[in-house]
């Protein structure tokens, strides 16, 4: 079972609200969580962040850690005269998990407000009806006000960010739900590697980092690892778990440990780094999986920046993910988290060279 320190610090992340776009809830609260391990700040002009831990060897490289702090979502599409909310995506969601969950929708004032999204019940749908999905844009959210006059006078309108309403919950010794596991995971994982880290003296400038606006995009990652400017990088995400069935040879299996994604839709490892990750992994006795996947993550922006950055992505899986019940295994985290340590304390002028020459 993960630290209390861990376990509280993934309940922080989780529960705060960070749509794409309006990330500044996760972003104070790493910022102040980076202070505390002295350094550098610096920033994009987006929202992204990063604390840089410089090393003592005058020639050392830089390695960029990156999670992104947003999370799917949605904002205010418009109000009407009975006080009903109508909305637009912000990331991806597939609408049959949406109705009757409730939400929290975000005043201009930063207070949030308790809603649902309504759910007619299926007596009063024809058979055609009930037998298709409701689509997002005919979905309302009810926050139990009266009329449009009334929502706006809470600070309420078009554009107001809304989210899943979703606890952190600590449901076994293996397994946790909440929402936004991704990608708070990454999050998380910056903070551990700074943890890990204080008092090390590394051959390598250490800036960890969190970006904006990746699911709409991998905007904040094009934006932070230019400001950045590593010699290579280690992208966190959470990728969908695909085991629930039973389906032992399906990619993404919970417990069986963090993922080796070989291939995605907008990425392509450097053959260098992935080896060192999975002999790193090997040499521990440390449980990995083989990893494909249809989407991305902010590897795929930071790779193409400059003339190539070297990039390893370095997942765990999650079922449900972009709803806000997803899970984790414990056990995935804490081994991601050893992983990630084991291959830092081997990064340097010479493994970083060679990792570089891996691909040419």
């Not at 610096?42 to 850690?65: M, Q």
């Not at 919970?254 to 070989?262: A, D, E, I, M």
Request: net charge negative.
């Amino acid at each position: 079972m993960l630290s209390e320190s861990s376990l509280k610090r993934l309940k922080d992340l989780t529960e705060k609200m960070a749509i794409s776009g309006d990330e500044v809830e996760v972003r104070r609260y790493l910022e102040e969580s980076y202070k505390t391990y002295g350094g550098e700040l610096i920033a994009d002009n987006l929202g992204s962040i990063a604390l840089v831990k410089k090393s003592k060897n005058p020639n050392a490289k830089t390695v960029l850690l990156l999670g992104h702090m947003d999370e799917v979502g949605f904002v205010v599409k418009s109000i009407n005269d009975k006080g009903n909310l109508a909305l637009a995506s912000i990331g991806g969601w597939w609408s049959q998990t949406l109705l009757g969950q409730r939400v929290l929708v975000k005043a201009k004032d930063g207070k949030k407000y308790k809603g649902t999204i309504g759910s007619i019940p299926p007596h009063l749908l024809t058979e055609a009806d009930r037998a298709k999905p409701m689509e997002i844009k005919n979905m309302l959210v009810d926050i139990g006000c009266v009329s449009k006059d009334e929502v706006l006078a809470l600070g309420i309108n078009t554009g107001s960010a809304v989210i899943l309403d979703g606890s952190f919950e600590v449901l076994s010794e293996k397994r946790l739900l909440a929402k936004a596991f991704d990608n708070r995971y990454g999050c998380a994982m910056g903070l551990e590697a700074l943890e890990a880290f204080k008092d090390v003296d590394l051959d390598v400038n250490l800036v960890v980092g969190a970006s904006v606006q990746e699911e709409v995009g991998l905007r904040g990652a094009l934006t932070l690892s230019y400001a950045v400017k590593p010699d290579v990088a280690i992208i966190f995400d959470c990728s969908p778990a695909n085991d629930a069935s039973g389906d032992t040879e399906a990619f993404g299996q919970l417990g069986k440990g963090p993922l080796v994604r070989f291939i995605d839709a907008n990425y392509l490892p450097n053959r260098g780094f992935l080896d060192l990750y999975v002999d790193t992994m090997e040499k521990h006795k440390l449980p990995y999986q083989y990893y494909q996947s249809l989407g991305g993550t902010d590897a795929g922006a930071v790779h193409k920046q400059f003339s190539g950055i070297p990039t390893l992505t370095m997942c765990i899986c999650a079922r449900n993910i972009h709803t806000n019940s997803s899970i984790i295994d414990q056990d995935d985290y804490q081994n991601a988290q050893i992983a990630m340590v084991k291959v830092i304390e081997q990064l340097n002028e010479k493994t970083i060279d060679q990792i570089v020459k891996a691909n040419r």
